[in-house]
DNA sequence: ATGAAAGCGCTAACAC
DNA sequence: GTGTTAGCGCTTTCAT
């Protein structure tokens, strides 16, 4: 094979522009100490001969890397492609995080790390001796395993731990599940709901408890009743159909039903359907997440929207600032999600 | 900021073992000229020590990046992640890509370039400069950018261009599509079709003509006409709402049509709805790609399903292997798609 | 404000 | 078989 060699090096610009490699460096990372003209004068090199700097060099260099690795597990992920339910979650992650490193000239690479293991210190330690990353982004179940945030702790690399209330180091980001729930149960209150039944997620994310709680909150705030309005799922569609029965089952059924993600709420569409109910003239629906599916469904749902994007963009963004030695916001840092009204959701039936 | 080194080296390990730093290169490369005591000796010291191997020094020093560049479209890319239709290609390239990248110790990293702007070829060269890939994965419309072909041929860089037939330089795969609509047009003859319409995509991309062929030639040997019954779309829903019209208006109207993407079948379900043609009983429908909404709708779509996973996995491979110089199989290479049947095609009504 | 020299971790080339 | 040397492209000292 043959050797490939960099094209263009900051020897030629040197050369091309008849100053040191020290100059071209300092002008190349913006550095003070350089003269306008000199700068100039270097800058057309860079352009004449298209220079672009060698990530590899810089980082034998001791300086950064310009790369941030953001970590999804590898399973879950995996399953998700191969079921191909439409969940877009790392597509939403892409979106944020590409285009916010493009704005700093960061690249974001996405890697899978196998969480349950117990190795996954070592092949996270690998990943990053491998790519020495000047960040990292953790996401959920991740973002609050101990071995990975000591790890990271302890090799002094920034990191963003989404979805995590923080505790420990690292940059804490969440998703404000509570006030999305909380908007989901106003929006039908408002509509004239009273019986308003709430599908919980999977107990093993923090995020599930959080949304019951502000769907409880926002109840007792409006004098409603929660008892025996609540069906604990796990995410699945399984899990989501036999919420729905248990729900729908009692004799004074809920007018309304709120699922924890977009999953669950498809089987209660379903389960709807299958015991005549019609949404959302006998039963209103939202859906948590917002992924690509509730716009197919009929009718199409009404859903709290997950900032995915922009939680992702904003950990880069903290991620460099924080590499910079700048000042972070107190955290947890809290993402406003969105709402978006579809079809599922209008006043009960007798109102 | 604190300047962060390697931690373990392969000096680390040269002391730890007691031999050169050579011997070490030589083990964790797999190269001959090692006797097996002295390479369980120093592979002894590289677990003990934790040690992987930097890719910016092993780039550094004229050797492989063990990076492979996945090359999509930008702008398409960034409209497909915020308009959250369900296209999950990015997911299904990534699928096949890392997972054949890690099985060969390689690392996927997904970039987006601008195709239509006039600098994509400095963007490019760019990308290549910062991150120095062994290999580059180019999609379409990329992949016929004789640009792109030319500069990647120049610098020597071993690429593949998917959705390409070839000409000039590069490894072309193609997923097949003629195949595939014949299978499509063949599953609605052996189903009592006789008249079954199709609607063609964008003109812009070879395969809409690939997959009319299909059809065509599948049409032609069982004898049935094909006058009148193609419309071409260009792949967006409002399109392929035309081309339903258009078809479904015909006074001997078909029994069965053959949407060239999800979107268009999607706009075809919608349009027999509003004309009140039952599918599949009245109209059966297949859809092209398999993206995840085909299975979200009612009926669900039958539907050609794109291998993207697996053409992308066998880039990955086919690079590697051009890189380290092994014989590669004639091309284009063609990998076959699949066919999953679901709800929306039967027997035609009067058959 | 600019330049020179040393070194980052690794491998290719060559010596032994 | 194994060790030694040089150098990859860049940034960090430290001079000037």
């Not at 860079?46 to 953001?70: C, E, F, N, T």
């Not at 990943?127 to 996401?139: E, H, N, R, W």
Request: glycine content about 8%; proline content about 5%.
């Amino acid at each position: 094979m043959a050797r490939r060699r960099q094209a263009v090096t900051i020897k030629h610009v040197a050369a091309d522009a008849g100053v040191s490699l020290q100059t071209v460096s300092r002008v190349i990372n913006d550095e003070p100490n350089v003269r306008s003209a000199m700068k100039a004068r270097v800058q057309a090199s860079i352009d004449k001969l298209g220079y672009v700097p060698s990530i590899a060099a810089r980082r034998m260099s001791g300086s950064r890397s310009y790369l941030i690795l953001a970590i999804n597990d590898r399973d879950r992920t995996i399953a998700d492609w191969t079921a191909r339910q439409g969940t877009d979650w790392v597509d939403q992650m892409l979106l944020g995080g590409m285009l916010k490193c493009a704005e700093y000239g960061y690249r974001l690479i996405f890697e899978l790390v196998d969480t349950h293991s117990d190795h996954v210190e070592r092949e996270l330690r690998a990943t990053i001796a491998a790519l020495q990353p000047d960040g990292v982004i953790l996401t959920p179940p991740h973002s609050d395993n101990p071995l990975i945030v000591r790890l990271l702790e302890r090799q002094r690399i920034p990191f963003a731990r989404i979805g995590s209330r923080g505790g420990g180091a690292g940059i804490a980001l969440v998703m404000d599940d509570e006030s999305m729930a909380r908007h989901a149960t106003r929006h039908l209150i408002d509509l004239g709901h009273r019986r308003i039944a709430f599908i919980a997620g999977s107990s093993e994310y923090p995020l599930s408890q959080w949304r019951v709680d502000g769907w409880e909150s926002e109840m007792r705030a409006a004098g409603l009743p929660t008892a025996g309005l609540v069906a604990r799922g796990d995410f699945t569609y399984e899990s989501g159909a036999a919420a729905t029965r248990q729900l729908l089952g009692h004799p004074d059924r809920p007018s309304a039903i709120i699922a924890s993600n977009d999953q669950m709420a498809l089987a209660a569409l379903e389960v709807a359907r299958e015991l005549g109910i019609e949404i959302p003239s006998q039963l209103s629906l939202v859906s948590f997440d917002n992924t690509p599916i509730v716009r197919f469904t009929q009718p199409t749902l009404t859903a709290v929207d997950q900032p995915v994007a922009e939680t992702v963009s904003r950990a880069v963004e903290m991620i460099i600032k924080a590499q910079r030695g700048e000042k972070l916001p107190p955290q947890p840092v809290i993402v406003a999600g969105g709402f978006v009204e579809r079809e599922s959701t209008s006043a009960p039936a007798h109102g």
